[in-house]
Structure formats: C-alpha cells, structure tokens
C-alpha cells in the first residue's frame, strides 16, 4: 500500500502558528529519528546501534516485538528516509519525509509511506474486500494522525528554543 500526504508548515493565513526556519524543520526531523520516545507514542524503548552523518541504525521495541530500522539523511534533497526491517511474519516498509519549499518560507513536508512490495496486490485485496479497505484506511488515518502530532511537537520543542 502507498500513502503520501503533505502537512504545511508555515501557514500565511494562520496568524496563530509560529512559522518554523527550513534549518529548524530539517533539525526536528532528525530529532525524530535520533530520539524517536519524544514522537512514538507506545514505544518502549529505543537504542540507537550506529550514528553517522548519513543517518542512524536504530533497534526498538514495542512490547515483546523487537524492530530495526535505517534511516538516512539527504540534505541536498532535504529528506529523513526510515527502511525498517520487521520480523520475518511482518512486511517492511519506507517512510519518506522530505520538506518542500514551492516559494520563499511557505514551507511543507511531504510523508510517503511504500509497504514492502505487493502494493498494486495489496490494492487490488482492498478493492475486493471490504475488511482489507477498512483496514487500510485506518492505517492511513493512523500514518496522517502521527505525522500531525510530529509536527505539533517540532512546533513545541522549536517555541522552547530545542531546535
């Protein structure tokens, strides 16, 4: 299954919301991947087994489910990358974060969730099968739903001079 949907950062309407700097957005993003406890909810514990300037392997657990995942940084691109690795009963599965700028401040970040292979498979399951589309449209609302609360952490953790 894919998924991609975009959040505006800095809203010209919106009065009420601080507007974030490109640098403070790319740096909340890398903070969600170097600390990902502050953003996922239900995460029991997190360790992060390499660090390098290309991004970080991580080992996380949810309960008893044990999980691995790399994420890589593009700068030039201003992309957070995460491939996570699930147990073998599980499919993987590539999150994409990439900030867009279409003019001057007027900044976004585009979320693109890409299930391990099979989504034209998975797609047409869901097209026949109204459970498997029911299910698939929460994951979707789940994705979005996380992706709004991590931008409205930046926002705090940017209004408390942490980014």
């Given at each position: 299954?894919?998924?991609?949907?975009?959040?505006?950062i800095?809203?010209?309407?919106?009065?009420m919301?601080?507007?974030?700097s490109?640098?403070q957005?790319w740096?909340?993003?890398?903070?969600?991947?170097?600390?990902p406890m502050?953003?996922?909810?239900?995460l029991?514990?997190c360790?992060?087994?390499?660090?390098?300037?290309?991004?970080?392997?991580?080992?996380?657990?949810?309960?008893?489910?044990?999980i691995?995942?790399?994420?890589l940084?593009d700068?030039?691109?201003?992309?957070?990358?995460?491939?996570?690795?699930?147990?073998?009963?599980?499919?993987?599965s590539?999150?994409?974060?990439?900030?867009?700028?279409?003019e001057?401040?007027?900044l976004?970040?585009?979320?693109?969730y890409?299930?391990?292979?099979?989504?034209a498979?998975?797609?047409l399951?869901?097209?026949?099968?109204p459970?498997?589309?029911?299910?698939?449209?929460?994951?979707?609302?789940a994705?979005?739903q996380?992706?709004?609360?991590?931008?409205?952490?930046?926002?705090?953790?940017?209004?408390?001079?942490?980014?």
């Amino acid at each position: 299954m894919q998924f991609d949907h975009l959040i505006e950062i800095n809203e010209p309407l919106n009065p009420m919301l601080d507007w974030l700097s490109r640098e403070q957005l790319w740096r909340g993003l890398q903070l969600r991947a170097e600390d990902p406890m502050q953003f996922v909810l239900a995460l029991d514990d997190c360790r992060i087994l390499s660090r390098g300037a290309q991004g970080v392997q991580r080992e996380f657990r949810f309960g008893s489910l044990l999980i691995r995942d790399q994420v890589l940084y593009d700068r030039e691109r201003s992309t957070v990358r995460y491939c996570t690795e699930f147990p073998p009963e599980l499919a993987g599965s590539l999150l994409s974060m990439a900030i867009e700028e279409p003019e001057p401040g007027r900044l976004f970040v585009r979320f693109v969730y890409d299930d391990d292979g099979c989504a034209a498979q998975q797609e047409l399951l869901a097209a026949n099968d109204p459970q498997t589309a029911a299910y698939q449209q929460m994951r979707r609302a789940a994705w979005e739903q996380a992706d709004v609360d991590t931008i409205r952490n930046l926002r705090r953790l940017a209004s408390q001079g942490d980014l």
